[in-house]
């Protein structure tokens, strides 16, 4: 076994994996597409309980030399940003973009890492500025007084 690591995330290889993640929560960005789901319970068969990916890059992209190329460089850009959440029982699809293939490999990991902090994320989880009182103006009170009738 020469030059193999230890896997720190799992892999997505059914269609209804991919579709599964795909009706979960989206992160787009204009170099790819992020669309993921926590799982209930650990994997089935395999028993990988961390986070899975799995890849897919359309024909729009170019052709299938191009398109492995963008999946290799999307790969190895999640293998690094999925090593900080690689406890989260998460299945995640990356959609590549043909832009991927010329963009800079730490803006690909950023991307990645920025969503998998989206996909990922509790379903009960608080929408952003759920912790601020409402403002005046979103509760319908203008701030004056009532007329006396």
Known sequence: MRGRRARTIGRLTKRPEFLAAAAGRR????????????????AGTEGFAGLRFGFTVTKKAGHAVERNRIKRRLRAAAQEAGARHADKPADVVVIGRRIALSAAYDLLVADIDRGLGVVTKPRGAAPKGAGRPPSPLSTGDSGREAPHA
């Open 27 to 42: 992160f787009h960005t204009e170099r790819l597409t992020l669309q993921g789901r926590l799982r209930d319970a650990p």
